[in-house]
């Protein structure tokens, strides 16, 4: 059973780098079926896919996030990451990771709660 | 970029039977997955491949998709199925959630 867990701060301070770390378990990340995703939900609100990232280093991100974004994977650590820049309040959002086969996101981490505040 | 949408809540009785729509511009080209998302859990995959349930989702939960419109269908709708739902599309460089549909079973 797949299984994935977000780790990072729950609070950045507005114009800082947002790191966050998804660690991976009973799966790999060089298995060629899977990307691994970034997606957030900003609070009472939908879900955003941020981007995804694939083991031979392709990225693919949302446009209007591309600038800022940066998604990469440790297959020696079983971990992928995101980094987010220059980040403001409407960052504030629980973030997930998420298993990514394209047409689906089939195995989600439970998310973690980032607040951009000063 | 791409978009889908969705309705903003569907109301239903228990028992009946409930659709969701997702909407976008020749939807049927592509792969439709949906969502259920209840309150303070991450998303579950219900529908993959428009019309495909994984283990272990009940057999009330169907899909389809034509045209311009994925459609999401809750046989014999329960309690435990109010949430949120929400459709998601694909590319080949990027991946787009509808805004989510509200259900609730009343």
């Known amino acids: 059973q797949v299984q994935l867990q977000e780790s990072g701060p729950g609070l950045v301070r507005p114009s800082e780098t947002l790191s966050l770390t998804c660690t991976v378990s009973?799966?790999?990340?060089?298995?060629?079926?899977?990307?691994w995703a970034w997606i957030r939900q900003a609070p009472g609100k939908g879900l955003e896919w941020i981007g995804s990232?694939?083991?031979?280093?392709?990225?693919y991100y949302k446009p209007s996030l591309k600038s800022r974004v940066t998604i990469s994977l440790d297959t020696s650590k079983s971990q992928f990451s995101l980094k987010l820049r220059s980040v403001t309040a409407a960052d504030t959002a629980v973030y997930y990771c998420?298993?990514?086969?394209?047409?689906?996101?089939?195995?989600w981490g439970r998310g973690t709660l980032v607040t951009v505040s000063s | 970029s791409y978009e889908v949408t969705q309705p903003p809540s569907v109301s239903v009785s228990p028992g009946q039977a409930a659709s969701i729509t997702c909407s976008g511009d020749?939807?049927?080209?592509?792969?439709v997955s949906w969502y259920q998302q209840r309150p303070g859990q991450s998303p579950l995959l219900v529908i993959f491949?428009?019309?495909k349930r994984p283990s272990g989702i009940p057999e009330r939960f169907s899909g389809s998709n034509s045209g311009n419109t994925a459609t999401l269908t809750i046989s014999g709708t329960q309690t435990v199925d109010e949430a949120d739902y929400y459709c998601?599309?694909?590319?080949?460089?990027?991946?787009?959630f509808g805004g989510g549909t509200k259900l609730t079973v009343l």
């Open positions: 020749k939807l049927s080209d592509r792969y």
């Open positions: 998601q599309a694909w590319d080949s460089t990027t991946r787009v």
């Open positions: 009973g799966g790999s990340l060089y298995d060629s079926l899977y990307f």
């Open positions: 990232g694939y083991y031979t280093g392709d990225t």
């Open positions: 491949q428009d019309t």
């Open positions: 998420a298993r990514d086969q394209e047409e689906k996101f089939d195995y």
